[in-house]
Structure formats: C-alpha cells, structure tokens
Nanobody
Framework: VQLVESGGGLVQAGGSLRLSCAAS????????MGWYSQAPGKQRELVAA???????NYADSVKGRFTISRDNAKNTLYLQMNSLKPEDTAVYFC?????????????????WGQGTQVTVSS
C-alpha cells in the first residue's frame, strides 16, 4: 500500500485547506485511515481517523473545525480544515491501519504517507 498526500500549503489564520490522501494497493475490508500532525520538535499526534465503516474520531483541538471523510470507490481520504489557526501549523501525514485475518493469524499492517506541510500565518 502506498499513500500520497496533497493539498498542503500556506494559508492565513481563519482560512481553509483540504488535504487528500490517495491510496494505492489493497486496503481490504477492515481498515482505519487517519491524519496525524507533527509540529517541529513535537511528537506526531492523531488529528482525525475514520474506519472503513465510517466511524470518526477527532482530537479535541480540531473538533468543529476539521472534517475527515473518505471515498472508498476512489481509495481516497480527505481532511477538510476550516478556521485554521497558527497552532495547526505542522506536517500532516496520512496513515492506514489494515487488519488482515486468515485462518492462521490476525495481522495488523500500518502504512504512512510522506507528509504534506501546512503552514498557517497569523
């Protein structure tokens, strides 16, 4: 599985951006895709996630401002980012966690994209 992000850039505070993550390869029927952010000198942290069934989870800091969605037919993940703040500045990474179930075992696979820079100016 390969994940390729796009849509990052420079925006003023209060503006909007839409990130996309195109996935190639087999995601299977049981997977969770998400967006993580990593600011300079900080650990990578979860921004939002969505399961293959459509359940979502958001970091408290982005609730009400960001919306995660996915188009399963296109194997594409999105993050609509509104009301952006300077503290949202970070590299945003796309993530896919895939559960593979066989008779012998259950395997969890994880993949990362290369990241896309989001910079919010004050």
């Amino acid at each position: 599985v390969q994940l390729v992000e796009s849509g990052g850039g420079l925006v003023q505070a209060g503006g909007s951006l839409r990130l996309s993550c195109a996935a190639s390869g087999r995601l299977g029927n049981s997977n969770t895709m998400g967006w993580y952010s990593q600011a300079p000198g900080k650990q990578r942290e979860l921004v939002a996630a969505i399961t293959s069934g459509g359940s979502t989870n958001y970091a408290d800091s982005v609730k009400g401002r960001f919306t995660i969605s996915r188009d399963n037919a296109k194997n594409t993940l999105y993050l609509q980012m509104n009301s952006l703040k300077p503290e949202d500045t970070a590299v945003y990474f796309c993530n896919a966690k895939i559960t593979v179930v066989t008779i012998e075992r259950i395997t969890e696979l994880e993949y990362w994209g290369q990241g896309t820079q989001v910079t919010v100016s004050s």
